[in-house]
C-alpha cells in the first residue's frame, strides 16, 4: 500500500475510517518572508494524449508524463514545443515490461525507474528513446534487502543506491550497492519508539518523495501528511545530515485486520508535501496547509504554493501560482516550471509558468 499519488477512490475508503484529531501543527510555509504571485501559466500539453497523471519529470529538452496510459507507463513530450513524442514503458510482467505502479524521474540524460515491489531499479537513456520509442529499459539492480522496506529509491551512480523509507523500522535512510549490501544508515524515524506501530505500519507512516540533486550527491526527502524534510548528502559512502526541517510529525492511525496492515491519517491532518522537483540550485516543493477530509478529498490533495530551498536547506522564496496544482517540474536551462492541473472540464492539463525573474 502506498499513501503517495492515492487515487480519489482510495481516499473515499480512508475518510470514512480517519481519526478526528485536531491539534493545531506548525507550517514550514510560515519561514517564508517573500512570497510571488505568478499568473496565467500557458497550457502546454492538454487533451485526449493525457491518462490519469500520476507524476511528471523534466530534462532541458524533454518531459516525461507518468499516466499508466493505454498498456504503457509513460508519454514523452518534446518540452520546448510541447510536442507528444510517443508512449512507452509497455506494462506487464515480462522480461522487457514494467509492473504497473513503476515511478520514474529524469536525471540528466538519463530516465531512472523504481518499483518497490521487486526491488527493482533501471533507467533509460532518453536520447534512445527519441530514436526509438520501444527502446527497453537496462536493469541497474534488483536489491534484496533483508529488514529494508522502501517507499523510493535512486541511483547515487551506476553501483551504489540510496533508499527511504524504514530499515531495520528504525532507519529512515539506507545507502547500499549493486550487490544488496548495505554501506550505511542514518537518521531515526519520528516514531522509531511508538510500540502500537509494528514494522509495517512504521514503513507505511514514513513514505514520502524522493529526490536527487543533479550531477551531485546530494538528495532530499519530504515526508508524507508532514512538514517535515531532510536535506542530506554523500560522502565516502556515508550518509550526512546537511539539514532537517522538521515543523510538524504525521499524524496516524495503525490498523491490523489479519494480515492486512494500514495506517490512517488523522482527519484534520495537514496534508503538507505532496511532491518535490530539484534543479543543480534550487529544491521546489508543492506543500499545502490544507486538512484532509474537509471537502472533496480528491481535489484537495492539490496546492498553489511552491516552496522553493536552496540545497544548504534555507528557505529561498514562496511562490503562488494561480492553478491548483497537483505535481510539478522545473527545466532550469529555460526557468519554466512546468505544473499538472485539471481544468474547468475536469481533464488533465499541463501548464508552464515562467520563474527566471525569481
Not at 529509491?153 to 533508499?163: E, T, V
Request: with cysteine; charged share 20%.
Amino acid at each position: 500500500m502506498t499513501l503517495k499519488q492515492i487515487s480519489s477512490y482510495t481516499f473515499s475508503l480512508i475518510i470514512l475510517l480517519a481519526s478526528c484529531t485536531n491539534s493545531k501543527k506548525k507550517t514550514i510555509d510560515k519561514m517564508f518572508s517573500e512570497n510571488i504571485l505568478l499568473k496565467e501559466g500557458r497550457i502546454c500539453i492538454e487533451g485526449a494524449v493525457l491518462g490519469q497523471i500520476e507524476g511528471i519529470s523534466c530534462n532541458n529538452k524533454n518531459l516525461i508524463v507518468l499516466d499508466y496510459h493505454t498498456g504503457n507507463s509513460f508519454t514523452l513530450f518534446e518540452i520546448d514545443s510541447c510536442m507528444f513524442v510517443g508512449r512507452f514503458g509497455t506494462i506487464g510482467q515480462g522480461p522487457n515490461e514494467l509492473e504497473l505502479g513503476t515511478y520514474g524521474q529524469i536525471e540528466m540524460n538519463n530516465f531512472y525507474l523504481f518499483y518497490d515491489q521487486t526491488g527493482f531499479i533501471g533507467k533509460y537513456n532518453i536520447d534512445s528513446l527519441l530514436e526509438d520509442i520501444n527502446t527497453v529499459p537496462s536493469q541497474m539492480v534488483k536489491y534484496k534487502i533483508i529488514d529494508a522496506q522502501l517507499s523510493k529509491a535512486i541511483p547515487i551512480n551506476d553501483s551504489l543506491f540510496i533508499g527511504a523509507g524504514t530499515y531495520m523500522s528504525k532507519f529512515q535512510y539506507v545507502l547500499f550497492d549493486k550487490n544488496s549490501n548495505v554501506l550505511d544508515y542514518y537518521m531515526d524515524i519520528y516514531n522509531i519508539d511508538d510500540e502500537d506501530f509494528n514494522k509495517y505500519h512504521k514503513f507505511l507512516s514514513n513514505q514520502g518523495v524522493l529526490r536527487k540533486r543533479p550531477n551531485k550527491n546530494q538528495f532530499v526527502y519530504s515526508l508524507n501528511f508532514s512538514s517535515n524534510i531532510d536535506f542530506l548528502e554523500i560522502k565516502d559512502n556515508k550518509i550526512q545530515l546537511i539539514k532537517s526541517l522538521r515543523m510538524h510529525n504525521p499524524d496516524y492511525r495503525p490498523l491490523s485486520d489479519g494480515g492486512l496492515n494500514r495506517v490512517l491519517p488523522a482527519k484534520n491532518n495537514p496534508i503538507g508535501y505532496i511532491d518535490l522537483c530539484t534543479t543543480e540550485k534550487y529544491v521546489y516543493a508543492l506543500y499545502t496547509n490544507k486538512k484532509l477530509f474537509t471537502n472533496n478529498v480528491g481535489n484537495d490533495y492539490n496546492s498553489k504554493t511552491v516552496l522553493i530551498f536552496d540545497w544548504n536547506g534555507n528557505p529561498v522564496k514562496k511562490i503562488t501560482i494561480d492553478q491548483e496544482a497537483f505535481y510539478i517540474c522545473v527545466d532550469e536551462k529555460s526557468e519554466k516550471m512546468y505544473v499538472a492541473a485539471i481544468d474547468s472540464n475536469f481533464g488533465w492539463v499541463i501548464l508552464s509558468y515562467n520563474v527566471g525573474n525569481l
